[in-house]
């Protein structure tokens, strides 16, 4: 699976919206972009992903460029609970042949009153 | 999403001891699971792959007699700390692929070998 590059940390106020970038340079054709996120010593939660088209649920928006080399996960109204790790993972099609999980350092997002 | 249970989800063992932990799929059946350790302030590092009914398979580094993974079932499995030791406290996570492929985590069990 590709590898991911994104900042060690970021800070967001809370009720503002918060942009965590993610490049991918070297993703292939079949693979998707994930989001999970990590809270303190608890295990991973699905946020979104997507493969080239941006991708919208109730937590968050995926937005993809062109070029498929990177990628933007916005949570539009960040509060303190979405203080977390955040790790964009590239792997091959979900499906019953779907790629392992490979995590890279993620972002530690850090929410401030 | 589908529910991914671990137990214990925490255990303090003695050192030489051997230690269990369990993962369940609840409500869906998982034919793929995987196991992930993580130490303090460091990412997830996978450790094995278990596919229901054969044997693990491990990643580089990863002493498969030491960390032993049985997945008997399309609902369970387990990774044994074999001979703990101080060097092996960290937080073991296990994720559940189901059939449409996405995966969903369980809640981590911290394991403190003292």
């Given at each position: 699976?590709?590898?991911?590059?994104?900042?060690?940390?970021?800070?967001?106020?809370?009720?503002?919206?918060?942009?965590?970038?993610?490049?991918?340079?070297?993703?292939?054709?079949?693979?998707?972009?994930?989001?999970?996120?990590?809270?303190?010593?608890?295990?991973?939660?699905?946020?979104?992903?997507?493969?080239?088209?941006n991708e919208t649920n109730e937590?968050?928006?995926?937005?993809?460029?062109?070029?498929?080399?990177?990628?933007?996960?916005?949570?539009?109204?960040?509060?303190?609970?979405?203080?977390?790790?955040?790790?964009?993972?590239?792997?091959?099609?979900?499906?019953?042949?779907?790629?392992?999980?490979?995590?890279?350092?993620?972002?530690?997002?850090?929410?401030?009153? | 999403?589908?529910?991914?249970?671990?137990?214990?989800?925490?255990?303090?063992?003695?050192?030489?001891?051997?230690?269990?932990?369990?993962?369940?799929?609840l409500d869906f059946q998982a034919?793929?699971?995987?196991?992930?350790?993580?130490?303090?302030?460091?990412?997830?590092?996978?450790?094995?792959?278990?596919?229901?009914?054969?044997?693990?398979?491990?990643?580089?580094?990863?002493?498969?007699?030491?960390?032993?993974?049985?997945?008997?079932?399309?609902?369970?499995?387990?990774?044994?700390?074999?001979?703990?030791?101080?060097?092996?406290?960290?937080?073991?996570?296990?994720?559940?692929?189901?059939n449409g492929g996405e995966a969903?985590?369980?809640?981590?069990?911290?394991?403190?070998?003292?």
């Amino acid at each position: 699976d590709a590898k991911t590059t994104q900042p060690t940390s970021m800070d967001c106020a809370e009720g503002r919206a918060a942009n965590l970038p993610c490049n991918h340079s070297t993703i292939s054709g079949n693979e998707y972009v994930y989001w999970y996120r990590q809270i303190h010593s608890q295990g991973p939660q699905y946020i979104i992903h997507g493969l080239k088209n941006n991708e919208t649920n109730e937590m968050a928006s995926l937005i993809i460029t062109e070029d498929r080399k990177s990628s933007t996960l916005i949570l539009p109204h960040a509060t303190l609970r979405d203080t977390a790790v955040y790790y964009c993972i590239v792997r091959v099609a979900a499906g019953n042949q779907g790629g392992k999980l490979i995590f890279g350092q993620g972002t530690e997002l850090s929410v401030k009153p | 999403g589908a529910v991914v249970s671990q137990h214990p989800s925490w255990v303090i063992c003695k050192s030489g001891t051997s230690v269990k932990i369990e993962c369940r799929s609840l409500d869906f059946q998982a034919t793929t699971m995987f196991w992930y350790r993580q130490f303090p302030k460091q990412s997830l590092m996978l450790m094995a792959t278990s596919n229901e009914g054969s044997k693990a398979t491990y990643e580089q580094g990863v002493e498969k007699d030491k960390f032993l993974i049985n997945h008997a079932s399309l609902t369970l499995s387990t990774l044994t700390v074999t001979s703990a030791h101080p060097e092996d406290s960290s937080f073991y996570i296990c994720s559940a692929r189901d059939n449409g492929g996405e995966a969903f985590f369980g809640q981590g069990t911290r394991l403190t070998v003292v």
